[in-house]
């Protein structure tokens, strides 16, 4: 019986900070804070950040990419959501205000 290999999964969120005063803050929380925090659950390999080039109307003006090992680890992290969200566990360190425009995690094809 061939071995199962693991298939990746990619999640992504878009996001923006509400306060223009407040951006590079943002970015550096992003980065140095929030990007580790989340980096340090089963199952994520890494995780990358862009800035778009195009804007449009209502859409996020940042993206971020987290690359996890599989499925698994994608309901892994969302079971971990739900504690934090139920203060089962300590949130993530908050940063300047910011919004999340849409979420998605998507599977290979």
């Known amino acids: 019986m061939p ?7 990619v999640f992504v969120v878009g996001t923006n ?3 223009p005063a407040q951006e590079a803050e ?3 929380w992003y980065d140095q ?3 580790p925090e989340v980096c340090k659950q089963p199952g994520f390999i890494r995780a ?3 800035e778009i080039i195009n804007p449009q109307p209502g859409g996020p003006k940042y993206l971020a990419l987290y690359m996890l090992e599989d499925e698994a680890a994608w ?3 969302q079971e971990y959501r739900k504690k934090v969200r139920s203060g089962e566990v300590p949130n993530f360190k908050p940063g300047p205000p910011f919004t999340t425009s849409w979420t998605g995690a998507f599977k290979p094809i």
Do not use: G, Q, S
């Open 3 to 9: 071995k199962k290999t693991k298939r990746p999964v």
């Open 26 to 28: 943002f970015n550096k």
């Open 75 to 77: 309901k892994n992290f």
């Open 33 to 35: 804070t929030h990007i």
């Open 48 to 50: 990358e950040r862009y």
């Open 17 to 19: 900070c509400t306060d």
